[in-house]
């Protein structure tokens, strides 16, 4: 299963297709919104999602709500573009040119895409490096977690982190799934603080970054393989992860923690029941091992930088004149890590069902399903 994304941030729309989705799998466009509204939420979100409300339309690849087994394309109008409709326009405009967005933002692609990419103007590079890519990144991941779930595989999250103050993680799926989506975290206190900070943070003009604790309950051992790098489980997280814009630094399980452990407190020492099979008393390892699925429940933590888009902005060069200038702003959001943790959920399931089905196969549900039957009698009996 592979998919493509296509759109810029002010553009009519994003559109995205996924390809290899197996036939037969149920699939409405209310699960897909209902996803996109949950990446909507949270706070420290700024104007944009009052404009917004996303919605997906399937424009193929499902019919009587069941996929085909053909491509399934989908499209996210961008509503926002009525406000932009001279600036983005795709043919030529007869209207005055817009003002050039010439100073580029520090810690933006502004920048590096202009000169990679020879363009004046840095709006046609921030317009598709923007976050609101993601939106499409969420509908893709629905198709994924749709199929997830029919194998009996479960995705949540939790906000760890926002500005320096931490909170636990959710400790399972259902866990995570009673949390306050405005602000997902489980101590309610941590919580609270939170809301204050990105209030004072809003009000100097600054903004905020965090982390989040992403599980995935329900794998079976042998996802992903010891064989070769690109095959591995974990680099393929990685790679997912750390696709989403802001992600700094990704951990699996116990990540950096490990690191000043000793090895014989560091790994988790396998038991053996009859019923139960082989499983762990302890999950530092964060359901991975030598690159391949063990079966424990797979727990990712991806730690986000504070938005570069200042309201009070930083020192920068205008690329006309070459002269100093303060950077160009750009309506912004306070703090997206409840955001993040819903793109978390949809890149993991991204990840996992590329990685279930080079594992399983099948063309239909049915067959994805039998297979992966099959499989796990095959690791119960071993
Ligand atoms: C959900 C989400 C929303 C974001 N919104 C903004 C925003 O409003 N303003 C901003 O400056 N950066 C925002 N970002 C982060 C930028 O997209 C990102 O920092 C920028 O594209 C540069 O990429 P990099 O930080 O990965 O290097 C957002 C990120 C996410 C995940």
Redesign the pocket.
Same mark, same amino acid.
């Given at each position: 299963m592979r998919f493509l994304t296509a759109g810029e941030s002010h553009g009519p729309s994003l559109s995205v297709i996924v390809e290899g989705c197996p036939a037969g799998l149920s699939l409405t466009e209310g699960f897909i919104n209902e996803q996109l509204a949950r990446?909507q939420l949270g706070a420290g979100? $700024?104007a944009?999602q009052r404009i917004e409300q996303d919605r997906a339309q399937i424009l193929s690849g499902v019919r009587r709500g069941e996929t085909l087994g053909s491509p399934i394309a989908m499209l996210v109008t961008n509503r926002d573009h009525a406000n932009w409709q001279e600036t983005m326009a795709t043919g030529e405009t007869q209207g005055a040119a817009d003002r050039l967005f010439t100073i580029p933002?520090p $810690?933006? @692609?502004d920048l590096a895409g202009a000169l990679k990419y020879d363009r004046r103007d840095c709006r046609d590079i921030?317009e598709r490096? #923007? @976050?609101?890519e993601?939106a499409a990144r969420v509908a893709a991941g629905s198709v994924s977690r749709r199929l997830l779930e029919e194998a009996g595989i479960h995705i949540g999250s939790s906000v760890t982190g926002v500005g320096g103050i931490q909170s636990p993680p959710g400790e399972t799926v259902s866990a995570c799934r009673g949390l306050d989506p405005e602000m997902p975290m489980t101590d309610p206190e941590a919580a609270r603080r939170v809301q204050e900070a990105i209030r004072a943070a809003a009000a100097d003009g600054d +903004?905020l970054g965090g982390s989040v604790c992403v599980l995935a309950e329900g794998i079976p051992p042998g996802l992903g393989s010891h064989v070769h790098w690109d095959r591995r489980l974990d680099a393929k997280l990685g790679a997912h992860f750390f696709s989403?814009? #802001?992600?700094?630094a990704v951990e699996l399980g116990a990540g950096v923690r490990v690191s000043g452990l000793r090895g014989a407190e560091a790994q988790d020492p396998v038991h053996y029941e009859v019923r139960r099979g082989f499983y762990r008393e302890s999950n530092w390892a964060g359901g991975v091992e030598g690159g391949i699925s063990n079966g424990e429940v797979i727990v990712v933590t991806a730690y986000?930088?504070p938005?570069? +888009?200042?309201m009070k902005p930083l020192d920068s060069v205008d690329i006309g004149t070459k002269r100093a200038a303060k950077a160009q702003k750009?309506?912004?959001?306070v703090c997206?890590v409840p955001?993040?943790a819903v793109?978390g959920e949809a890149v993991l399931a991204l990840c996992l069902a590329e990685a279930l089905l080079e594992k399983v196969g099948g063309d239909s549900l049915g067959e994805v399903l039998r297979n992966l039957e099959q499989y796990r009698l095959q690791v119960e009996r071993f």
């Open positions: 990446r979100r $700024g944009r933002r $810690g933006h @692609a921030l490096a #923007s @976050a609101r993601t +903004t989403i814009p #802001s992600v700094k986000l930088k938005l570069s +888009t200042l750009e309506r912004s959001d997206a955001a993040a793109i």
